[in-house]
């Protein structure tokens, strides 16, 4: 009985010994893809960090942005990554240099593949010298070959292969993209932790022909040429007051379910500004953290900002966590009412405001003075990754305000 004793020990042992031992993640710089087609992967950059209370930090980087993420849980050789304000996260397994997984959005029941490994690369391989420098302005037309185009401002900078720069659209921007030219083709990519586009074109002379890939769910194609005159319309005239209509209100619930209107005492003899938005958008999300910033450096008693939020939550229950996260994480003071819940279609949010000719663009934001007259309404947000159409919104935004509030 004592030998066999000894030798279940001995097996027991041996046994141990030869279990793998999980590996932790290595800190330092990864490069990940995410699968937008069959053919195509979209590539972003990260750094993972660990703080002295062993908690893990990682940024995600695109251009001139930085995304700060802070809630990085691992379980066995399970890992879950949830982006700062948005709903979606990754989720999947590791070793200690690779990560694979998906990109989820459970509302929207959209999952796209993720790869990543440890060590830094260039974010797309360059195999022939660039043939082109496609600096400069860009006249682009969207879903051209459709019945519904649309245009959009190219705005570019290369230097060597590397590229930089955006698409304005009449409703925002694609936010900071990054990318290179590899002989005659332009690729470029950004992931923001809510949206994964990556374009892809062909340059010939003084044009590109390309196709769009908003995640693994969506594509258009797009053509554009050089034309440094090009502008796009003016965000002031885009949405107005429909004939027949005076004013402007609402009345949808806070927080707590009560009722807010722009009738409440929180409006009156106010300037008042009415953001209607979404959580899950990234152009909302830099809108609202110039509000935020606005608010916080040039406080006055005779100005109120209300959020109305378009959200594309299955429930109330989920939509309002969305909106407490966006309180939290960026420091929003001011009201965020729940608007529609469900879809972010902005049809049925035009029938919740149907003063407006059309709800473009999330976002949009209502300019209403003491009198709650209508001065202008803001169709879109020009974020800070358009660079001097940035700087010439923030100073028109200024000027509108000092106007509305010294009468």
């Known amino acids: 009985m004592k030998k066999i004793g000894l030798v279940f020990l001995g097996a027991l042992l041996g046994f141990s010994c030869s279990s793998p031992v999980q590996k932790e993640l290595l800190v330092g710089s990864w490069h990940a893809e995410m699968q937008v087609s069959d053919a195509l992967r979209l590539p972003f950059d990260m750094v993972l960090s660990k703080t002295t209370d062993g908690q893990f930090l990682m940024q995600i980087k695109n251009a001139e942005e930085v995304i700060e993420v802070d809630e990085i849980t691992t379980k066995g050789d399970s890992i879950v990554i949830k982006m700062p304000v948005f709903e979606g996260y990754i989720s999947g397994t590791f070793t200690d240099s690779t990560i694979v997984g998906s990109f989820n959005k459970e509302s929207l029941e959209r999952y796209v593949p993720v790869v990543a490994k440890y060590g830094k690369r260039p974010r797309f391989s360059v195999k022939t010298p660039p043939a082109f420098d496609v600096s400069g302005i860009w006249e682009t037309e969207f879903d051209f ?4 185009p649309y245009p959009a401002k190219g705005i570019f900078s290369q230097t060597g292969d590397k ?32 949206h994964v586009f990556l374009f892809v074109a062909k340059l010939k002379d003084s044009t590109m022909v390309g196709k769009f890939y908003s995640g693994n769910h969506y594509t258009e194609n ?15 005239t885009l949405t107005y007051l429909k004939e027949g209509y005076n ?7 806070d927080e707590n379910g009560n009722p807010v209107s722009l009738s409440d005492p929180m409006f009156t003899n106010k300037v008042v500004l ?7 958008c990234p152009n909302c999300l830099d809108e609202t953290r110039f509000y935020v910033d606005y608010l916080k450096n040039h406080p006055n008693t005779y100005l109120q900002v209300v ?3 378009f959200e594309y939550a299955k429930t109330e229950e989920k939509a309002f966590e969305g909106i407490q996260r966006l309180r939290e994480r960026v420091g929003v003071e001011y009201p965020i009412l729940l608007a529609q819940v469900g879809t972010s279609s902005k049809t049925k949010a035009n029938e919740k405001l149907p003063m407006l000719n059309h709800v473009l663009s999330y976002p949009t934001t209502i300019y209403i003075d ?3 007259e209508v001065r202008k309404i803001h169709t879109g947000f020009n974020g800070p990754a358009t660079g001097e159409k940035h700087e010439a919104f923030k100073k028109d935004f200024e000027a509108t305000l000092q106007q509305l509030l010294g009468e």
């Open 247 to 253: 004013s402007f209100d609402f009345s949808f619930p």
């Open 370 to 372: 003491k009198k709650g």
């Open 163 to 194: 590229v930089t720069g955006t698409y304005r659209t009449k409703t925002g921007d694609y936010r900071y993209l990054e990318g290179v030219v590899d002989g005659d083709s332009l690729k470029l990519s950004t992931f923001d932790g809510a």
């Open 222 to 236: 797009f053509v554009a040429r050089r034309n440094p005159d090009f502008e796009l319309p003016d965000a002031n």
């Open 307 to 309: 959020a109305l939020a």
């Open 274 to 280: 009415v953001q209607v938005m979404g959580t899950w």
């Open 145 to 148: 070959d459709t019945e519904q």
